[in-house]
Nanobody, 123 residues
Framework: QVQLVESGGGLVQAGGSLRLSCAAS????????TGWFRRAPGKEREFVAA???????YYADSVKGRFAISRDNAKNTAYLQMNSLKPEDTAVYSC?????????????????WGQGTQVTVSS
């Protein structure tokens, strides 16, 4: 069992930056493929970024070059650095852990989820 708690969301102006954190407890966080997903108002939840130790990072086209995912296994924490934010980045952002095989982009392949943190980007 892995528990995930996100933090770092908030209100920011377009062009600004935020860093989201995902603190893990209760399990083998270092074994996780760590993913970030987001759900904008009235839309389906979508893939944002993923990190797999030894394999690298993966990003949605919409955030490539602006967002960066990282993980500190010693702190059991994953991060999502978000730069050059746009109003269309407004969403609830959730981190997730996948322990078994699957697609980085497929939310149904993730085993554990955090509750999410709200990010609002004003124009």
């Amino acid at each position: 069992q892995v528990q995930l708690v996100e933090s770092g969301g908030g209100l920011v102006q377009a062009g600004g930056s935020l860093r989201l954190s995902c603190a893990a407890s209760g399990g083998s966080f270092s074994r996780c493929v760590t993913g970030w997903f987001r759900r904008a108002p009235g839309k389906e939840r979508e893939f944002v970024a993923a990190f797999r130790r030894g394999r690298g990072t993966y990003y949605a086209d919409s955030v490539k070059g602006r967002f960066a995912i990282s993980r500190d296994n010693a702190k059991n924490t994953a991060y999502l650095q978000m730069n050059s934010l746009k109003p269309e980045d407004t969403a609830v952002y959730s981190c997730a852990c996948r322990l078994n095989s699957g697609s980085y982009y497929d939310q149904s392949s993730y085993d554990y989820w955090g509750q999410g943190t709200q990010v609002t980007v004003s124009s």
